[in-house]
């Protein structure tokens, strides 16, 4: 299944959360308004609102955006990091997620939204990425070619029970490889975000290289899921 903008909006991201067996619940209504309120407060100004996105959110961003660059923020990298046990997974045999974690740097894709339209795109972005918990929203400055922009992005939550900590790249190109859940293989999910990243022209050696282990780890498998 594809995340679209209508099934976010009809509660499918909580529902499968909430089927999850952590027995973590999935945030309120009023946790979500809280966060996302919050965190637009930070900007101080009302306008357009920049987003930062690095995984699924380049190539199925699900709300609606004026205008895309490609950018780097300094002080994160991408990393395979968070338990999936339903999305790209099961829990009897998780996959993992992407999240972004302190040191390095990570280049993506800024995306603005229109003034008018902030409330409820933003609205459908925190129904997508903040319903576990497993992020913490922050705003960080994007060097783009036209300029720095302050978006928001989507950190690590590293007190979260879906944290998986620092793996050996064997053990995560194995997951990424064997887990397959209601949003389809994990394998996927890493094969169209480094298939985006180098359609903008963005290296990422560490997302190839782990493709490439992917591949070898069982590539007939990765071949029928991807």
Known sequence: MVLTRESIRDGYVQRLVAHEQSGRKPL???????????????????GDVWIFGYGSLMWNPAFHFIESRIGTVYGY?????????????????????????????????????APDVVES???????????????????????????????????LNPGHDAYA???????????????????GPCAEYLTNTVAHLQALGIRDRHM???????????????????
């Open 77 to 113: 990298r991408r990393r395979f990091c968070l338990w999936s046990t339903l999305g790209r997974g099961s829990p009897e045999n998780p996959g993992l997620m992407l999240a972004i974690t302190r040191g390095g740097c990570c280049q993506g894709m800024a995306l603005r939204i």
């Open 165 to 183: 900590g620092i793996l050996p790249e064997e053990t995560v190109a194995t997951r990424i490889a064997s887990a397959c859940g209601r949003l």
């Open 208 to 226: 190839s290289d782990l493709l490439a282990m992917v591949r070898a780890t069982n590539p007939q498998q990765v071949a029928d899921r991807t």
């Open 121 to 155: 795109e933003t609205d459908i972005l925190w129904r997508r990425e903040m319903v576990r918990g497993a992020y913490r929203p922050r705003w960080v400055r994007v060097h783009t070619p036209r300029g720095i922009v302050n978006a928001i992005t989507f950190v």
């Open 28 to 46: 309120t209504e009023e946790q979500l308004n809280r966060s996302r309120r919050h965190v637009l407060a930070q900007n101080a100004k009302d």
